[in-house]
């Protein structure tokens, strides 16, 4: 079986390595990948956007099957475009891919089926929002509507900041038209983590409960990106809570899509938190998240072809995973690109690791992005595992290395 793999971070690597080791693929290709994923498959320049371009090349390359790593193509709906070409993909349709490309429309859906989150009210009015937020109270949540990188979401601590933001979103486009319409919800107090389904023929099967860390500074300061670390599973998420996440967040929210008849077939990330012990959605990706993937994929016992013929997914094992990210100093504001990475005495006993921003030049692996490298272990105990990760860490040097040092510290 020939498989294609759209993306090129270190999640489309921790995907294409988990291929890897399935003996149902003969041949694995990417678009448009990195340097560490072209060590195991082809890859093949393509921009993430162009659909058709891609189909091409699906058609050209005799793909059976195609995954897609990133939102920008779901939202884009080449979920629906291969499927009209009668070739195999994994991912949600455009209209499922909706609860992730509009927050708007994922927050209407869980009040319809009483799915526990934030109170809320959208506007796509500057100045009806500014009457809202006159006469509510502080802090409260701002959410750009449509896609904006991670970026979109503000904490407003005063109506002034609230005034400021909403200016920026609606006034002056920041995000253009993902702003142009926002969400205003009530800030929630409780502890995040991301639980991430696999959703075929009308039923889901949980994948290991993963926790991020989203700011770029030790302790968790400084401003948000798009991941510096993760582990797998999260030792307080419980039986009971899974429970809960499945009768109050996921069993309702399938059968709301079914209602509406949406076919939703990919992964389906649920960006949670605990409150009072009760599970709230802030919420819904609908792809594999980034650095959560390098934490979980290592930890299931199935192959990931499996999701094509099987209709469960056992991953129960003892195993964990805890993943740090390399990235170049200033991410997630400006950076330097082009450093050469080298990779001394590493110890690959249960490690791998996963590339992003990288490119080959010459013979040599350069940096080429703010995310650089996901360096991930695996093991029975995370104390082990972690030392793993920081030592392989201390064998690869780069100029403006950068990495939290406290990633899994509460573990041990
Ligand atoms: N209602 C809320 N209460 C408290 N914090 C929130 C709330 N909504 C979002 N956040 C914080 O903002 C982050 C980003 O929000 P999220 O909805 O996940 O959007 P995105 O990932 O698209 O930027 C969350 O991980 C969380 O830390
Ligand atoms: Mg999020």
């Known amino acids: 079986m020939r498989v294609l793999v759209i993306g090129n971070g270190a999640r489309e690597h921790a995907i294409v390595w988990k291929l890897s080791?399935?003996?149902?693929?003969?041949?694995?290709?990417?678009?448009p990948g990195n340097a560490g994923i072209a060590q195991i498959a082809?890859?093949?320049?393509?921009?993430?956007?162009?659909i058709q371009g891609i189909i091409d090349i699906a058609k050209e390359y005799k793909i059976d099957w195609t995954?897609?790593?990133?939102?920008?193509?779901?939202?884009?709906?080449?979920?629906?475009?291969?499927e009209k070409e009668g070739l195999k993909i994994w991912g949600p349709n455009k209209e499922g891919a909706k609860?992730?490309?509009?927050?708007?429309?994922?927050?209407?859906?869980?009040?319809?089926s009483k799915?526990?989150?934030?109170?809320?009210?959208?506007?796509?009015s500057f100045s009806s929002a500014v009457e809202f937020v006159k006469k509510t109270s502080y802090p409260l949540v701002i959410k750009a509507d449509g896609l904006c990188g991670g970026k979109g979401v503000k904490i407003?601590?005063?109506y002034e900041s609230a005034v400021q933001i909403l200016h920026e979103y609606m006034i002056n486009k920041?995000?253009?038209?993902?702003?142009?319409?926002?969400?205003?919800?009530?800030?929630?107090?409780?502890?995040?983590?991301?639980?991430?389904?696999?959703?075929?023929?009308?039923d889901f099967y949980f994948l290991p409960s993963a926790q991020d860390y989203k700011r770029v500074g030790e302790g968790n300061t400084?401003?948000?990106?798009?991941?510096?670390?993760s582990f797998s599973p999260v030792p307080w998420i419980n039986e009971e809570i899974l429970k809960k996440c499945e009768k109050n967040i996921f069993r309702p929210l399938l059968d709301e899509l079914t209602k509406r008849n949406i076919n939703y077939q990919g992964f389906l990330y649920g960006g949670l938190i605990l409150v009072r012990n009760e599970p709230y959605v802030l919420e819904f990706n609908v792809r594999l998240g980034d650095p959560e993937a390098q934490v979980i994929l290592p930890l299931l016992n199935f192959n990931f072809t499996d999701i094509l013929y099987r209709t469960n997914f056992p991953w129960l094992s003892d195993k964990k995973a805890l993943c740090v990210v390399l990235a170049s100093k200033g991410y997630p504001g400006n950076y330097e690109t082009g450093k050469e990475i080298i990779f001394k005495n590493i110890n690959f006993q249960n490690l791998y690791i996963f590339h992003a921003g990288t490119v080959k030049r010459n013979g040599k692996i350069l940096t080429s992005g703010g995310r650089v490298l996901s360096v991930t272990s695996w093991g029975e105990n995370f104390k082990e595992i972690r030392e793993r990760v920081y030592n392989a860490i201390d064998e690869i040097y780069f100029e403006n290395k950068y990495y939290r040092k406290d990633i899994g510290i509460e573990l041990i």
């Open 156 to 158: 407003a601590e005063s």
């Open 115 to 124: 799915i526990p989150t934030a109170e809320f009210k959208i506007f796509d």
């Open 21 to 31: 080791q399935d003996k149902n693929i003969s041949e694995i290709f990417a678009i």
């Open 222 to 229: 400084g401003e948000n990106t798009g991941g510096m670390g």
């Open 42 to 50: 082809k890859c093949i320049e393509e921009k993430m956007d162009n």
């Open 67 to 82: 995954i897609v790593g990133p939102e920008l193509p779901l939202s884009l709906g080449i979920v629906d475009i291969f």
């Open 174 to 202: 920041i995000f253009g038209p993902s702003g142009e319409k926002v969400v205003i919800e009530e800030y929630l107090e409780g502890k995040e983590f991301s639980l991430i389904a696999i959703i075929k023929n009308g």
């Open 99 to 112: 609860l992730e490309y509009s927050k708007a429309f994922a927050k209407e859906i869980m009040k319809t």
